[in-house]
């Protein structure tokens, strides 16, 4: 069974590539959401579609490191129209960004402004070239020690038209983030 969704997925991921943004067709998924407040935590079932606006809107990387391929989509929350990322690990565990919840404390919860989406590679060296006063900074001005090399594939996400981005990365059993501006 695992083969032949893997299959169907490689099929659609190869015809949408051919496809126009409008003939892209749409999957639905309905996945665990934690919603939480200060004085309990919600766990509801949400629906979301594959997204139409972005293209691409699909990748596979290893982001664990376990040798097995995940599986990173950009998808948008039905109800609430916002745009997130759902990751589904090898192992079958599932993870969710933004679709209206916030994205590893950066202080927006919709992803809908990606313009480019794609694997950055294991090894590659990244760092924040953001300092404390919002300032961008050259590599020459980041210390070795804050050079960050990837332990495993990553997320790399960025605005289309614009300087901003990030890369996202899995370590140590929890996700992180690296600003490139």
């Known amino acids: 069974m695992r083969f032949l969704y893997f299959t169907f997925i ?69 109800a609430n129209k916002k745009f997130g990322l759902l990751i589904k690990f090898g192992n079958h565990a599932t993870t969710t960004f933004g679709l209206g919840q916030d994205v590893l404390q950066q202080g927006f919860d919709d992803l809908d ?14 760092y924040n070239n953001v300092n404390d006063e919002g300032e961008i900074i050259s590599e020459e001005e980041v210390p070795e020690k804050d050079k960050i090399k990837l332990p495993h594939d990553a997320i790399f996400i960025h605005a289309a038209e614009s300087c901003g981005g ?14 490139q501006e």
């Open 10 to 78: 490689l099929f659609l991921f190869a015809h949408c590539s051919e496809s126009t943004q409008n003939s892209i067709t749409t999957i639905t998924d309905t996945i665990p959401i934690v919603k939480q407040t200060p004085s309990k935590i919600v766990v509801t079932k949400d629906t979301i579609a594959l997204s139409t606006k972005h293209n691409p809107n699909f990748i596979i990387a290893d982001l664990d490191g376990d040798n097995q391929p995940d599986s990173v989509k950009l998808v948008q929350h039905i």
């Open 113 to 126: 402004w990606v313009g480019i989406f794609e694997k950055a590679n294991k090894g590659d060296v990244y």
């Open 166 to 179: 990030d890369v996202i990365y899995y370590n140590a059993g929890k996700f992180n983030w690296i600003q």
